[in-house]
């Protein structure tokens, strides 16, 4: 690897950032007029594109956060979490319309439930210094609805130098779009879970949806949860299992996944090896409440 390549290693991860309500220990989903109890609750700093920027950087490569963060109490809690992970925090803009953001999760079992509240525009002011930065390497964009917002960040990202990743992450109001395809050009690698590809492609078979997804992606990983997850490029598709872990939340354990695999992604290793370190981070995820939370207790 030569120096200068060295250098340009680091992934800016864009997105909105969440303060995560997670409740756990419960044996059913709420219903109207029911009030449950949960045994368990755990405030976490959440959202995809922190999520997976706190387990890039702690598998050893550095990574930025590109997001705006609110002033108000909750924001400012989940921002010490946050600047205690290792995140590079440099192009986190504050400001007042950018909070709370709140994702409340209720979680049975392996199952989720979420109510969320997204506050003020994703886009930061911080977003042409942070896609000019000459440590980065790489963009991860932790959510269709933050393209669908600024729908010329891809084309800037390659401008740039930059290769780019998509974690489309569930939005019935986005997904299901006839446009999608066609707004996601120039992705390099696209993250999809089961759900999400099944959306995209009307397709439930994995390997069918892969092989769709092909045809406008040069690298595809699905996430199946407790089913493993597969990989494809350049036409050839492979499987590897789940981990044999204790699961208490599945929160954010896409987003660990993500990070793992582009790490080795990045890299330049093969498909199986990209695979194997996003199940390892993702398993890692699962076993706390919160998508980082396992990260500061080790």
Known sequence: MSSSHAKRSAVLCIGRIYCDLIFTGLDEMPVLGRELFAEGMEIAAGGGAY????HVTHVGRKAALVARLGTDPLSQDIGDQMRASGVDLQFLEHAADAGPQVTVATVVGQDRAFLTRRAGPAKPATLDA????DEALHLHIAEYATLHEMPDLVTRAKANGLTVSLDPSWDAALIYDAGFLQACAGVDLFLPNLEEAEAITGLSDPQAALSMLQASFPHVALKGGGNGAW???GGDALHAPAQDVTVVDTTGAGDAFNAGFLDAWLD????????????RAGSLAVQTAGGATALSIR
């Open 51 to 54: 999520i997976a920027a706190a």
């Open 130 to 133: 942070a896609l000019g930065w």
């Open 231 to 233: 990989a494809a490029a």
């Open 268 to 279: 330049q290793r093969d498909m199986q090896t990209c695979l194997a370190s996003g199940i």
